[in-house]
């Protein structure tokens, strides 16, 4: 009896669940949505924020670097704006014929005999046309995206706000002292934050010990 306990325990799988990131690894960077969904991001900070085209390009560096996704840093220095219009006008126009269905991926997914969920920061419309486009939409548990993380945005027009009340993170950055200054705090929550992560585990009711991302 006990030397059938202990085949059992090592019989049993490492780990009970991968979890999976959505763009640019269940389909190729050479496909472009990646390149059409920044230049969509540049394009709503231009026309929907106000923002100096000419700024454009170091500032959405910046607020990724620094707070995970360009929209999290936007709505961290101030900027607001109404979140499912923003995912409509990013997520909305992206080429999303160039995915194709992958059948030996799909195959791959559903050989595995763990738990599988995606983990994307992008919103839930964007995450089913893609992996629907990619014929694996029935291959993952659920998928934990930004609606998952953040609360319905309300009271949001949609408008930029002014630009007196934007917090400069470029003139923060020139400046030798700021490596030492903190940087205002985002209300989104999303990846590779901590907080994120934690959530995520807690949601899909995961032990990290036993997750693969």
């Not at 949001?156 to 009340?165: L, M, N, P, R, Y």
């Amino acid at each position: 009896m006990e030397f059938e306990d202990c085949y059992r325990q090592v019989q049993r799988p490492k780990y009970d669940c991968l979890l999976f990131d959505l763009d640019d690894t269940l389909y190729p960077l050479s496909t472009g949505i990646a390149t059409a969904c920044t230049n969509n991001i540049r394009e709503y900070m231009v026309k929907e924020l106000g923002i100096e085209e000419s700024k454009i390009g170091h500032l959405s560096n910046l607020l990724y670097k620094n707070y995970g996704t360009t929209m999290a840093g936007l709505r961290g220095i101030g900027y607001e704006f109404d979140y499912d219009k923003y995912h409509a006008f990013i997520h909305g126009r992206l080429p999303y014929e160039r995915l194709k269905p992958d059948p030996v991926l799909r195959n791959l997914l559903l050989s595995l005999p763990i738990r599988k969920l995606i983990f994307t920061n992008a919103d839930k419309n964007h995450a089913a046309r893609a992996l629907s486009r990619l014929g694996l939409e029935d291959c993952f548990e659920g998928i934990i995206c930004f609606e998952t993380l953040n609360p319905p945005c309300k009271g949001f027009s949609g408008e930029g706000v002014a630009a007196t009340e934007i917090f400069d993170i470029v003139g923060h950055f020139s400046q030798p002292e700021s490596a030492y200054a903190e940087l205002p705090k985002t209300p989104i929550v999303c990846k590779p934050s901590e907080e994120a992560f934690e959530y995520a585990l807690k949601i899909a009711n995961l032990n990290p010990q036993r997750t693969v991302r």
